[in-house]
């Protein structure tokens, strides 16, 4: 069973940081990306940002020059730095992971969420 445990999530003033981590674990033999997305209370969910195993980075318009997504191939696990936050990036950010188990079929996976909230 693969898991994603997102951490750092939280309340925060406009203009401050957050630093967002999801550790993958289980019984994972390749991960070719993971990333993040989140989804505001009406809203679809939308990209935030992903990171390929060979360091290729995508970037939702909306938070480009501000956040910076990275990552430890070694220890499966993608990191989000958020600054100059916005009371518009109040959202539950959701990690996620494009990798195969033991069946080599390739599958996203998904974290619980985390709160980011962002007050005006």
């Known amino acids: 069973q693969v898991q994603l445990v997102e951490s750092g999530g939280g309340l925060v003033q406009a203009g401050g940081s957050l630093r967002l981590s999801c550790a993958a674990s289980?019984?994972?033999?390749?991960?070719?990306?993971m990333g993040w997305y989140r989804q505001a209370p009406g809203k679809q969910r939308e990209l935030v940002a992903t990171i390929s195993v060979g360091g290729t980075t995508k970037y939702a318009d909306a938070v480009k020059g501000r956040f910076t997504i990275s990552r430890d191939n070694a220890k499966n696990t993608v990191y989000l730095q958020m600054s100059s936050l916005k009371p518009e990036d109040t959202a539950v950010y959701y990690c996620?992971?494009?990798?195969?188990?033991?069946?080599?079929?390739?599958?996203?996976?998904w974290g619980q969420g985390t709160q980011v909230t962002v007050s005006s």
């Open positions: 289980g019984s994972i033999s390749s991960i070719s990306a």
């Open positions: 996620n992971a494009y990798l195969t188990i033991a069946t080599w079929r390739w599958e996203n996976y």
